[in-house]
């Protein structure tokens, strides 16, 4: 999932504290269970999210973040029962809306996903991370027309975002359009120089345009960042075997 609020360190603080059940205040038990997560304690946090609730069941806050550490460890039927009721505390919170569809574009619901993009658009008209998810899930449906347009306006709310031009070169790769997908691929590497996924996709549009130097160059520096990536492997071995 996506990171929630910094934790602060009295948050910290809270997760040292032996908090007795029943004891403390719902806020305590959120903050400790917000803090457990940003640990990578995720077992922990959900037990303080539980503690939380049982004081003040109406917590949507709570429930937002139980949510996110279910869907943190993969146990998504349980994430989308937490994201629904916070939803239904707080209906018109486009963030909350902007979360489901996060859950279900990991479950391939790629429909739904779309669907509370949507929504959560309709409610903050300029959430670019709205418009760049619902992209890609139009992309996963094959509407490739409106999934650019989708990514287009993502890059005009957020041109200083790396993801969204790696997103829309994916996307003109996908149309068949490597020139295009090279330039996205391009301004994304400006804002991250070391990211080994980027170069391997762009090495990728580079042979597709008949450009092996180039390619080769791309995978080549890819295998330097992540000497595990075998996508970047094979295609070396395809280049120097033609």
């Known amino acids: 999932m996506f990171p929630k609020n910094s934790i602060c360190e009295c948050c910290i603080d809270l997760?040292?504290?032996?908090?007795?059940?029943?004891?403390?205040?719902?806020?305590?038990?959120?903050?400790r269970g917000r803090a457990f997560v940003a640990q990578h304690e995720l077992e922990k946090g959900i037990a303080s999210f539980d503690a939380a609730l049982s004081i003040d069941p109406s917590l949507s806050a709570a429930y937002d973040a139980r949510s996110d550490a279910y869907a943190r460890e993969g146990r998504f039927d349980l994430a989308l029962i937490d994201i629904g009721k916070a939803i239904n505390l707080r209906p018109y919170d486009a963030t909350l809306l902007y979360e489901r569809g996060n859950i279900f574009l990991q479950q391939q619901h790629f429909a739904d996903a779309v669907r509370d993009y949507t929504q959560a658009i309709g409610l903050k008209p300029e959430f670019a991370l709205s418009y760049m998810n619902r992209?890609?899930?139009?992309?996963k449906l094959g509407d490739m027309v409106h999934s650019l347009a989708d990514l287009d306006r993502a890059v005009q709310l957020a041109p200083t975002n790396p993801d969204v031009y790696y997103n829309r070169g994916i996307a003109h790769a996908k149309a068949s359009d490597f020139d295009k997908a090279v330039q996205d691929y391009n301004e994304a590497l400006s804002y991250e120089p070391s990211n080994a996924r980027l170069y391997s996709y762009r090495g990728y549009a580079y042979r597709q345009l008949g450009n092996l130097e180039a390619a080769t160059r791309d995978f080549t520096r890819a295998l330097e960042l992540d000497p595990s990536d075998q996508q970047s492997r094979n295609q070396l071995r395809d280049i120097g075997e033609r």
């Open 15 to 31: 997760v040292e504290q032996d908090l007795a059940p029943g004891s403390g205040v719902a806020g305590d038990y959120l903050m």
């Open 135 to 139: 992209g890609i899930s139009l992309g």
